[in-house]
């Protein structure tokens, strides 16, 4: 326990620290830089920081969820899940830089949050681990949506890339129901829809 205890530490602090890269080409690769006024810059910019936010928490909730999970099947499904969402997150850094804006301020408080929720999801047993999975993705699918409503509609490098890790979210659902995830009880996902306002309210900003 301690030795993986140790390793997610060093996953936490790349993730936070370190620059993500994508063993996918970044979705926006072929695409050419809209005009965008300095307003919808600055909007675009704070959008993908929540979004960056959102891929910091994700990183974390696997490690935690990994690191107590007991199934080996759970485990391999929560590492190729975070193994997608680094690639999101360097997708996002990229194009924040791009728009001139920067990642949150706030990460380091997200990720610490978001391994502890991960770790008690994880020793709850893998059903409700794996329910724990498919509710944040399919709220992460959900938060992108809106995104793609607010983004300006000539930003085309932004809106492809929300739009595949829309897909990649959407998948990653599905697998956690094809693990055996039970559905959560409405109380815990009102709480995690609360977490989640709470993120992307701040991250938007700071």
Same mark, same amino acid.
């Given at each position: /326990?301690?030795?993986?205890?140790?390793?997610?530490?060093?996953?936490? #602090?790349?993730? =936070?620290?370190?620059?993500?890269?994508?063993?996918?080409?970044?979705?926006?690769?072929?695409?050419?830089?809209?005009?965008?006024?300095?307003?919808?810059?600055?909007?675009?910019?704070?959008? /993908?920081?929540?979004?960056?936010?959102?891929? &910091?928490?994700?990183?974390?909730?696997?490690?935690?969820?990994? #690191?107590?999970?007991?199934?080996?099947?759970?485990?391999?499904?929560?590492?190729?899940?975070?193994?997608?969402?680094?690639? %999101? #997150?360097?997708?996002?850094?990229?194009?924040?830089?791009?728009?001139?804006g920067?990642?949150?301020?706030?990460?380091?408080?997200?990720?610490?949050?978001?391994?502890?929720?991960?770790?008690?999801?994880?020793?709850?047993?893998?059903?409700?681990? =794996?329910?724990?999975?498919?509710?944040?993705?399919?709220? &992460?699918?959900? %938060? #992108?949506?809106?995104?793609?409503?607010?983004?300006p509609?000539?930003?085309?490098?932004?809106?492809?890339?929300?739009?595949?890790?829309?897909?990649?979210?959407?998948? %990653?659902?599905?697998?956690?129901?094809?693990?055996?995830?039970?559905?959560?009880?409405?109380?815990?996902?009102?709480?995690?829809?609360?977490?989640?306002?709470? /993120?992307?309210?701040?991250s938007?900003? =700071?």
């Open positions: /326990m301690l030795d993986r205890l140790i390793i997610e530490f060093d996953k936490g #602090l790349r993730t =936070l620290l370190a620059e993500a890269h994508s063993a996918r080409q970044h979705p926006d690769h072929d695409f050419a830089e809209a005009t965008l006024e300095s307003a919808e810059k600055k909007h675009a910019a704070a959008l /993908m920081r929540v979004n960056h936010s959102g891929e &910091v928490c994700a990183q974390a909730l696997y490690s935690g969820q990994s #690191l107590t999970a007991k199934n080996p099947a759970t485990v391999e499904a929560l590492k190729q899940a975070a193994k997608e969402e680094t690639e %999101h #997150l360097a997708w996002c850094e990229e194009r924040i830089k791009s728009l001139g920067r990642t949150s301020a706030l990460n380091p408080l997200w990720y610490a949050g978001s391994f502890t929720m991960g770790a008690i999801a994880g020793a709850l047993g893998d059903k409700w681990n =794996l329910g724990f999975l498919a509710e944040t993705e399919l709220q &992460v699918e959900k %938060h #992108l949506k809106s995104h793609l409503d607010s983004l509609e000539q930003d085309t490098k932004s809106r492809v890339i929300v739009e595949q890790m829309q897909t990649d979210e959407a998948k %990653h659902a599905a697998t956690a129901y094809e693990h055996g995830a039970a559905e959560l009880p409405k109380p815990i996902k009102s709480g995690m829809q609360l977490i989640s306002k709470l /993120m992307t309210k701040t938007y900003y =700071l």
